[in-house]
């Protein structure tokens, strides 16, 4: 039995960070169901990396949306909202992502919401806050991430501004609504009353770079340099990074330069023996460090290091990483299928309870898929 098993959860949530803690909820065990508009249904519906679609919906929407129901409803229509306010007497959380006012408009904002269920956890998100100058701008994860900075951590130093190559501020979004969710739902077992729960895109932009701007925050307010080659933090100093070898390239993470010097039998040039210098002449001491490793392969220069304790790695792409037994063993991908038997491979919970992995095979629904059979369910009348 999963732990969320008898949760019901209504999300009005689309595109990616609402839903993507629905699927969290769900994977846990949790009853989701989305309300849709009729017909067209959420607009990520159609919102696809590659053209990819799956029966008429992107394959994106599969990803996010896999183990969730769907019930069509016109929030204008007086008859179709009096039949949600029915579910929401009914359901333990609801979510959303629409802009400030807009639900306050429809009438389910929560002061409304928690009057039709006072124990519900409503959960929102929004781009930047409901309130300031930003407050209606489109809360979109490039646009996030271009406004918080963290275009900057990104690349090498000539670069320019790079963001990352995943909607990484809406799937830590979705992470911060899916852990206040389970904290008042924790809560309202003690109390037995709900609660607001709300997150932005910006905040929790903010909150991943809690490490650099602490450090900017203390550090009398100096920019971030990036390396001039293989960048991996701009905070930290020399040899962190990726260098490239004779074959391909190598990660290294947390080694003092005096220790990698040592391991690699080479003496540590005078001008780098300061260890107050490691942060400051990085890209000196990068270059020297890299003149090394480019006379060797990954594979020779692991056998070297890692016997040693030194913190390195390969660097992998997709193939590569796919076809590791290391990556196979993890039993990380599983197979959805469609309602007309259509298949999608994807990811599953990374989470384990009890040493078990959750796996879940049922895909994202269609348009209004379980509209009727909710209807009676739930006798909505």
């Not at 732990?3 to 609402?18: D, K, N, R, Y």
């Not at 997709?318 to 039993?331: D, V």
Request: aromatic share 8%.
């Amino acid at each position: 039995m999963l732990p969320l098993q008898g949760i019901t959860v209504l999300e009005f949530s689309q595109f990616m960070a609402g839903p993507s803690a629905g699927l969290k909820l769900a994977d846990l065990g949790a009853r989701v169901i989305k309300i849709e508009r009729p017909q067209k249904g959420e607009s990520g519906r159609q919102i696809a990396i590659k053209n990819l679609f799956i029966e008429n919906d992107s394959l994106v929407f599969h990803t996010i949306n896999r183990n969730k129901e769907s019930y069509t409803a016109n929030l204008k229509d007086p008859e179709a909202l009096a039949k949600v306010k029915q579910l929401i007497a009914k359901a333990d959380i609801m979510t959303h992502n629409f802009r400030p006012g807009i639900m306050e408009k429809i009438g389910l904002d929560y002061d409304t919401v928690s009057k039709i269920n006072p124990r519900i956890i409503y959960g929102e998100v929004t781009g930047y806050g409901k309130k300031g100058p930003w407050s209606k701008k489109p809360g979109q994860d490039l646009l996030i991430q271009s406004l918080s900075g963290i275009n900057f951590l990104t690349g090498n130093e000539k670069h320019a501004p790079t963001p990352m190559g995943i909607a990484a501020v809406d799937m830590f979004t979705g992470a911060h609504l899916a852990q206040g969710i389970l904290a008042v739902l924790y809560q309202s077992l003690k109390t037995n009353k709900g609660a607001k729960v709300s997150v932005s895109l910006l905040e929790s932009a903010l909150d991943i770079q809690f490490e650099v701007l602490t450090t900017y925050l203390n550090d009398t307010k100096r920019q971030p340099k990036r390396a001039k080659q293989g960048n991996a933090n701009a905070f930290l100093a020399a040899p962190y990074g990726i260098y490239k070898t004779a074959d391909s390239y190598l990660s290294l993470a947390m080694v003092p330069l005096d220790k990698l010097f040592e391991v690699l039998q080479e003496k540590l040039p005078v001008k780098f023996q300061n260890q107050e210098d490691w942060f400051h002449k990085k890209d000196e001491i990068m270059e020297y460090v890299s003149s090394i490793f480019i006379r060797k392969t990954t594979s020779e220069w692991l056998s070297v290091l890692e016997p040693e304790d030194i913190w390195c790695s390969d660097v992998y792409n997709y193939e590569q990483l796919l076809n590791h037994e290391a990556y196979k063993i993890l039993e990380m991908d599983q197979t959805v299928e469609t309602i007309k038997g259509e298949k999608v491979r994807t990811t599953r919970c990374p989470i384990r309870i009890d040493h078990q992995q959750i796996f879940s095979t049922k895909s994202a629904p269609k348009v209004g898929e379980h509209t009727a059979l909710i209807n009676q369910e739930f006798n909505l009348n």
